[in-house]
């Protein structure tokens, strides 16, 4: 996804990426004031006013970022997709109130905006006269600093309506937190969300459709957070040693990718230990193999072509900080050793492995 996205700068420690389905918003913007006759510069002032606008909601990404930070929650990075930001924090706060206020501290931003462009409009006396706007007909018509008051308003609303994935759903679930188990808060909260959603729906049909687009929006994103909880939940009280991949095959540096493809075929493994005198020195995946094959041929020695920078984690670390520290950030699998002595490999696969018996268990 990172290579579709253009990283537009980083600010605070966390960088802003765009993603690339962010632009047909900006063409569509330059279509909408060509197809009612509008001029190029119009054109112009209403791609400025989305860009502005999108700069509001990286300040409102930044409000949980930055909350967030307050709790020791890191922030990888915040993306702009067409429909709004999204700050992909490290973990989630543990604490109830403490996802309370990162939740709530985004819409926050879009209202603090909201009221400073309200004052200064007011003390300006700028502030136009609605039904006089109504009677022109056309949303384009706004005079700027109005409609951007206007939709920080909007922003900050429709970031609190209670439903996954908006901040408000966010914010209900920290709420119900207080008194029932977050499991159960969650499946509270997704189930207000998906009967928001079927109403939205319902109402869209007769008053505007765009409000069908959100129910549905809404309804998915309530599903997809129920279950991220879900795997949370059967996630809890795993350690890496629950998983450990205790059989694999160790490998020679100085050996050719010819020899690694014939350990990948005799064996299930996926990954394989690259060992020089039993100090681990890298891991070798299947697809570093098919990558140095293609790119440096059958005789390339596995040092050149294995990943150098692999973690190596406890066999007491808990399979959740397994996931913040190694799978979310781009790696598949590490080396498990304890003190010195090397103890086995961990890698996604396993743990999924480890889930799917975990939930079959469950059922029964
Ligand atoms: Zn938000």
Redesign the pocket.
């Known amino acids: 996804m990172k290579s579709w996205s253009l990283k537009l700068g980083r600010f605070a420690g966390i960088e802003v990426f765009i993603h690339w389905t962010f632009w047909i918003i900006v063409a569509w913007i330059l279509l909408m004031h060509f197809q009612i006759g509008h001029g190029l510069e119009q054109g112009i002032w209403g791609v400025f006013f989305v860009l502005v606008l999108f700069a509001c909601v990286v300040l409102?990404?930044f409000?949980?970022a930055l909350t967030a930070r307050r709790f020791g929650i890191a922030t990888k990075n915040i993306t702009l997709y067409p429909i709004?930001?999204i700050?992909s924090l490290e973990s989630m706060p543990e604490k109830p109130w403490q996802e309370l206020l990162v939740?709530l501290a985004?819409?926050a931003v879009n209202a603090l905006i909201a009221v400073v462009l309200w004052l200064y409009l007011n003390a300006t006396g700028q502030i136009p006269d609605l039904s006089a706007m109504k009677e022109s007909n056309s949303m384009l018509e706004v005079p700027f600093l109005w409609g951007l008051y206007a939709a920080n308003v909007v922003l900050a609303a429709f970031?609190l309506i209670p439903a996954f994935p908006?901040?408000g759903g966010r914010a209900l679930r920290a709420i119900l937190a207080f008194s029932v188990p977050r499991s159960q808060a969650t499946r509270m909260a997704a189930g207000v969300g998906q009967f928001l959603a079927i109403i939205f729906v319902f109402l869209g049909f007769f008053y505007n459709f765009w409000l069908v687009f959100i129910g549905l929006f809404v309804y998915l994103g309530a599903g997809f957070e129920a279950s991220q909880e879900h795997t949370q939940s059967l996630l809890a009280g795993l350690r890496v040693k629950d998983a450990l991949i205790k059989r694999f095959t160790v490998l020679d540096p100085d050996m050719t990718l010819e020899e690694a493809v014939s350990s990948l075929l005799d064996s299930q493994d996926t990954d394989f230990l690259v060992s020089d005198d039993d100090r681990p020195v890298g891991i070798l995946s299947k697809n570093d193999i098919y990558r140095g094959l293609s790119e440096k041929g059958n005789d390339a020695m596995i040092a050149e072509v294995m990943d150098r920078d692999f973690y190596v984690v406890s066999a007491e670390m808990t399979l959740q900080d397994f996931f913040g520290e190694v799978l979310n950030k781009g790696k598949d699998v590490a080396v498990v050793m304890d003190d010195s002595s090397l103890l086995g490999l961990i890698d996604r696969a396993n743990i999924e492995e480890k889930l799917l018996i975990r939930e079959a268990l469950r059922r029964v």
Do not use: V
Request: proline content about 8%; cysteine-free; aromatic content about 0%.
């Open positions: 409102h990404e409000g949980h709004g930001g700050a939740a985004g819409p970031n908006m901040d």
